[in-house]
């Protein structure tokens, strides 16, 4: 304020006159400065933005999110800016909790929390990630059973992510923004006893907000081993017996022994079968199992005669 003014006086001899001003400034404050109270103040402040990444971590170039709203011990209120900045000034030393409040028609989740507590002076980023799409696979055998411990790769034109299968074959990544997307499953990540060549890359087109479905076929290396012998009475012990027919049903496949009176059938599925080994002069009739599992089974006949 200011003010202004002339005193005039008149004496005997003379009227003198005496111009005076006067400016007053006042000030305002809705607490004791920190000054005169001795007690330390500050700001809280961040930036509320579209966690794109789903890493809570802000970096530029990532969206902001304006308007919304955030409570400061629940008494003080503001919205983010244009920036998705919000601020807090001459917040009194010590804890203070914050929360976000959003809502929006599309699923979303914070990706780190929505209320929490902080000091003065620090700044608090809130990231919210929308639903975006989702990646489901599974990697079994011919038999139907899950393959683990398969390293997955996923990778888009600005994402590429790794997974694993589990105990049931199931692999899933989340996160996933819309586009085409390659999976591939790490040959060097197999376990033993499967075949690879048709593991071939599969190319799956995702939408926000979709679910994405891809299966691998392994098949599994099983095989049917085993050695007929018959008992010999020159040296009185059993001997290799070549040129037996061995049949195993029934799939209907058929061979006979070598030389060492071995027999091999590869590349089998799994399930119980019926091995049948010699001629109706002497025929041995045994069941076998085969599991869903990578594996060999060997089973040794011996005939009654030559």
């Known amino acids: 304020s200011g003010s202004f003014s002339v005193l005039h006086l008149v004496t005997t001899s003379q009227a003198q006159y005496y111009p005076q001003a006067q400016i007053a400034l006042r000030r305002n404050f809705s607490t004791l400065p920190a000054l005169l109270s001795g007690y330390k103040s500050g700001i809280v402040s961040g930036t509320v933005f579209e966690d794109e990444e789903g890493q809570g971590k802000f970096r530029k170039g990532l969206p902001e999110l304006a308007g919304l709203e955030v409570i400061l011990d629940n008494t003080q209120r503001t919205e983010t800016d244009a920036h998705g900045f919000y601020i807090f000034r001459r917040v009194a030393e010590g804890q203070h909790s914050v929360e976000v409040r959003f809502q929006s028609s599309k699923p979303f989740w914070f990706t780190g929390p929505s209320k929490f507590v902080t000091n003065i002076n620090q700044e608090r980023n809130i990231g919210i990630r929308f639903a975006a799409a989702e990646l489901v696979g599974y990697l079994k055998n011919d038999a139907g059973s899950g393959v683990e411990g398969a390293h997955v790769l996923v990778a888009g034109k600005n994402q590429r992510l790794d997974t694993q299968s589990d105990a049931g074959g199931r692999f899933s990544v989340t996160g996933l923004s819309a586009g085409e997307y390659d999976v591939t499953i790490d ?120």
């Open 187 to 306: 040959p060097n990540s197999l376990p033993a006893g499967y075949m690879a060549d048709s593991l071939k890359p599969q190319r799956i087109s995702i939408e926000n907000g979709t679910l994405g479905n891809v299966n691998f076929l392994l098949t599994a290396f099983r095989s049917l081993r085993g050695q007929v012998t018959t008992y010999d009475t020159i040296p009185g012990k059993y001997v290799p017996a070549p040129g037996v027919p061995v049949e195993l049903g029934p799939l209907a496949r058929r061979t006979t022994t070598n030389s060492a009176g071995k027999f091999d059938f590869q590349d089998l599925p799994a399930g119980e079968f019926t091995l049948i080994v010699g001629t109706e002069d002497a025929k041995v009739i045994r069941s076998v199992s085969l599991s869903p599992e990578p594996g060999s089974v060997r089973v040794d006949i011996k005939l009654a005669h030559p």
